[in-house]
Nanobody, 120 residues
Framework: QVQLVESGGGLVQPGGSLRLSCVAS????????VDWHRQAPGQQRELVAT???????HYADSVQGRFTISRDNLKKTVYLQMNSLKPEDTALYYC??????????????WGQGTQVTVSS
């Protein structure tokens, strides 16, 4: 079984920074694209950042220039560096990875989420 576990969330003041991590475990032959999504209370889940298998990042307009997505393939870990945080960044943050596991098919796996709260 493949599992994704996020960490690094917490309470931070506006203008502060946090670094989220997402570690994948289990039988993993390939990890293709990876994403970070977020969902605020009463709102739909939105895509925040994507990193393709070739290392090309894409960001939502709302976080462009403030967030950076990266990955360490050896550690099977995805990161989201969040700077200049704003109250509107408050949400539950999820990672998603497209992984080829023991069934030799690429499938999307989600983590359980980590809470980020930006407040003074």
């Amino acid at each position: 079984q493949v599992q994704l576990v996020e960490s690094g969330g917490g309470l931070v003041q506006p203008g502060g920074s946090l670094r989220l991590s997402c570690v994948a475990s289990g039988v993993i032959f390939n990890m293709d694209s990876v994403d970070w999504h977020r969902q605020a209370p009463g709102q739909q889940r939105e895509l925040v950042a994507t990193l393709t298998s070739t290392g090309i990042p894409h960001y939502a307009d709302s976080v462009q220039g403030r967030f950076t997505i990266s990955r360490d393939n050896l550690k099977k870990t995805v990161y989201l560096q969040m700077n200049s945080l704003k109250p509107e960044d408050t949400a539950l943050y999820y990672c998603k990875a497209r992984i080829r596991s023991a069934n030799l098919r690429f499938m999307d796996y989600w983590g359980q989420g980590t809470q980020v709260t930006v407040s003074s």
